[in-house]
């Protein structure tokens, strides 16, 4: 495997991660892949639109519905692959079995006197980014004879002190080991090395500013259908999707949280 490419990979995140049945909440998080070489000339093409190289960045609240529309174009134009991963915070189903696992959690780690307890916003961005990566991936699945250098950022995100290391660098070696298990059977001769997760912190970094803009835009996919559902419709900003995909994570994150608790109970008859 005498090629190499480096890959960059942006996430960020949007809306708060609030349980409710009764007032619509969704988390939706963004991944953006794209080859290092390009990184330039994506950033020239949009750098005005985007707002890039300006004194303050393009928030959210100043992009309008005409001014997201002409990201959206944009992003299509650049034909590199948006995975766009969503999780309902009103379903009632994962509010119980999620707000339970949380309890649990407090539970053993009391029970084994150990320090602090995960919260739901961390467990969900965890999952989240996780499943936004391996689904980004998915974009690489004609690759072969290659060694792929995957480089991720993902936006300021407050990881508690104590899981920095874990979230930022062996989180790295971990999805690196399960991608070359599941590409090793498909005969593609393909390695995966996965670099230390870095945070995008700097306000004025580019890489921050371009997923923070995608983010705002295809946010823009979610409407309200009454008081307490928001529904994904991706027609209303990207007219072809070919290179993003928008998926609803609830129901797969309700089952993961059956299986982990499960599987704690069965491990710690005690609780």
């Not at 104590?162 to 930022?168: H, P, Q, S, T, Y």
């Not at 419709?233 to 007219?239: G, K, M, Q, Y």
Request: net charge negative.
């Amino acid at each position: 495997m005498a090629t190499e490419e480096n890959l960059i990979y942006l996430f960020d995140e949007s809306g708060r991660t609030i349980l409710s049945p009764t007032a619509p909440h969704l988390f939706l998080g963004v991944g953006v892949l794209y080859n290092e070489n390009n990184e330039k000339h994506f950033f020239n093409t949009c750098d005005e639109l985007f707002g890039l190289s300006t004194e303050e960045q393009l928030k959210n609240e100043k992009i309008t519905a005409e001014l997201a529309i002409k990201i959206a174009q944009k992003i299509v134009e650049l034909n590199i692959p948006v995975v766009c991963t969503w999780i309902d915070l009103n379903d009632e189903e994962l509010i119980r079995n999620l707000t339970n696992y949380e309890e649990l959690l407090f539970q053993l780690k009391r029970y084994h006197r150990l320090p602090g307890s995960r919260k739901i916003a961390h467990i969900l961005h965890d999952k989240i980014l996780d499943k936004n990566i391996f689904k980004i991936l998915d974009f690489l699945s004609d690759v072969s004879d290659i060694t792929i250098r995957l480089k991720p950022y993902i936006d300021t995100w407050p990881i508690p002190r104590l899981e920095k290391k874990v979230k930022l660098n062996n989180r790295s070696s971990s999805i690196e080991e399960k991608i070359n298990e599941i590409t090793k059977h498909f005969n593609q001769n393909v390695l995966f090395r996965v670099e230390y997760f870095q945070l995008l912190e700097n306000l004025k970094d580019k890489r921050k500013r371009f997923i923070d803009v995608i983010t705002s835009a295809t946010s823009r996919a979610f409407k309200k259908v009454d008081e307490t559902k928001y529904i994904c419709d991706s027609s209303i900003i990207f007219s072809t999707n070919k290179t993003i995909k928008f998926i609803d994570y609830t129901q797969e994150i309700v089952e993961h949280i059956n299986k982990a608790t499960d599987n704690f109970l069965k491990d710690n008859p005690v609780i």
